[in-house]
């Protein structure tokens, strides 16, 4: 592996015990980001399509996990199972609409817009590289919810009426009108629709609907014929009530407004979280800001992070496990660098966290997809720090949260940048090119390990990266200067 001159690598001999051998590398441009890391990008053009949109993930019963990506003129399913190196299955086009949206229903996905008809797709044979549109529906709409447990999905701003319209699902290839609703007489713009098992609506399915212009409402759904508005409340500088999620316990809900920053309500980006522990009254108790003067869009939350996509200012994530009416930013990556002005022409539509590998992916207006590892901004790594390092004189290096008991391999690499390399007998990727291993420690049973090294003389002023490695998880990277 050529990763350092024969003088630099003599130099460090002492400090370096083992090259580390990885079956792949790759380097990415870099991006303005903060504790998340680029993974892989595809294009839209790559993708069959000439700009991006939103986008959703499905997990076949192998494990292997994929990504569809919408685009203005087609549909993508990606397999990002291994996350630097994604492979496109399957192209499938579309009529010309800049709005898309995709849910999956067992194994089934559902592809709609604004200026095409719903497309249903069976994925059943996927991991076999086969992706089969096995219907298309009369029906198109700007966005389109699914709960699973019901077996229903929902269309807001549909060409089938402009509140929140239910398909049955009972047939997952035919799906069919069920019944709607339009408490505001205006239209409601998405939703997220859940079943509720305890409390005063157990067994009662619960849509949760920024409604555009007019306000927040909370429908009960569970009678697709009668249909019934549970609360509503108008927030202060409503200017498009967009889209939101539930925490997990169902307490909160996070919710963007797409027109507040644009139109000058407010200086940065904003998200407003609203107590919904009462579905009757909706009470706003507090609001949040990345600092930046982006437009917010779409909005996950997982293991209390939220994940936000906001346009100019790419990819912001969220922590609100301690505090969850007040949320602080932990992460965050610029898919779309060129400034960070409100509006909604560039950057980030969405930013899609569901796999269980962790992977995150978001789709770009410009750049389409980027596929970012986030297991730094959620603590996911191990925790690696260094002590001063001097050439001629001892060093020591140390991790926390690793695995007791497991072996901890110390790495560092002369080369600095973005970069990933895979490293097959650990099943893990470093975040360096051209690592070389220094050494190796087991983890105590607090998860602690650490390990001596002398730096070499005639080193000094060296840079080097260091990151530690286990079975299956890595630790941040330091950039270290030999003094």
């Avoid at 079943?195 to 697709?224: L, M, N, Q």
């Amino acid at each position: 592996m050529n990763c350092m001159n024969v003088v630099a690598r003599r130099r460090l001999a002492g400090f370096a015990c083992l090259a580390v051998v990885g079956a792949s590398t790759a380097t990415f441009a870099q991006y303005n980001a903060h504790k998340v890391r680029l993974m892989s990008q595809l294009t839209p053009q790559q993708m069959g399509g000439s700009g991006g949109n939103d986008c959703w993930g499905y997990t076949s019963p192998s494990g292997r996990e994929y990504g569809i990506i919408g685009n203005y003129t087609s549909t993508a399913f990606v397999e990002v199972t291994d996350p630097v190196n994604p492979v496109i299955v399957h192209i499938e086009p579309h009529s010309q609409s800049t709005t898309e949206d995709m849910k999956v229903y067992g194994h089934y996905a559902y592809c709609i817009g604004d200026y095409f008809n719903l497309q249903v797709f069976d994925l059943s044979q996927i991991d076999s590289g086969v992706v089969t549109k096995v219907n298309e529906r009369p029906y198109r709409s700007h966005n389109f919810a699914l709960n699973e447990e019901s077996g229903f999905a929902y269309m807001t701003a549909s060409s089938q009426g402009s509140g929140i319209v239910a398909l049955d699902l009972s047939d997952p290839t035919t799906p069919t009108v069920a019944g709607s609703t339009n408490p505001t007489g205006g239209h409601v713009h998405d939703a997220q629709v859940v079943t509720y098992h305890d409390g005063p609506y157990a067994g009662k399915e619960i849509a949760f609907c920024p409604s555009g212009y007019w306000r927040f409402d909370i429908i009960d759904v569970t009678d697709k014929s009668n249909m019934v508005l549970l609360g509503s409340d108008v927030y202060p500088g409503l200017n498009y009530c967009h889209q939101g999620w539930l925490s997990a316990d169902r307490r909160y809900f996070y919710l963007n407004d797409e027109l507040d920053e644009l139109n000058g309500y407010t200086p940065t980006t904003r998200t407003l979280v609203y107590d919904v522990s009462d579905l009757s009254n909706p009470t706003l108790v507090s609001e949040f800001t990345s600092g930046m003067t982006a437009t917010d869009h779409n909005l996950f939350v997982k293991d209390g992070f939220i994940y936000e996509a906001n346009y100019s200012s790419g990819f912001q994530l969220f922590d609100a496990r301690n505090d969850p009416e007040n949320p602080v930013r932990v992460g965050w990556f610029d898919t779309y660098p060129e400034n960070d002005a409100p509006g909604y022409a560039h950057g980030a539509w969405t930013a899609w966290p569901f796999f269980e590998s962790g992977t995150v992916i978001v789709n770009d207006r410009d750049r389409g997809l980027f596929v970012v590892d986030v297991s730094e901004a959620i603590g996911a790594r191990m925790d690696l720090a260094s002590t001063t390092l001097t050439a001629g004189q001892s060093a020591t290096l140390s991790v926390q949260r690793a695995t007791p008991g497991q072996r901890v391999h110390f790495i560092y690499s002369l080369v600095g940048g973005d970069a990933w390399t895979r490293v097959n007998a650990l099943n893990v990727y470093l975040n360096l090119a051209s690592p070389v291993l220094i050494g190796s420690a087991t983890a105590d049973g607090n998860g602690e390990a650490s390990l001596m090294r002398n730096v070499p003389q005639g080193t000094s002023g060296l840079t080097l990266w260091l990151q530690a490695a286990e079975n299956g998880n890595t630790s941040n990277v330091l950039e270290e200067t030999i003094q």
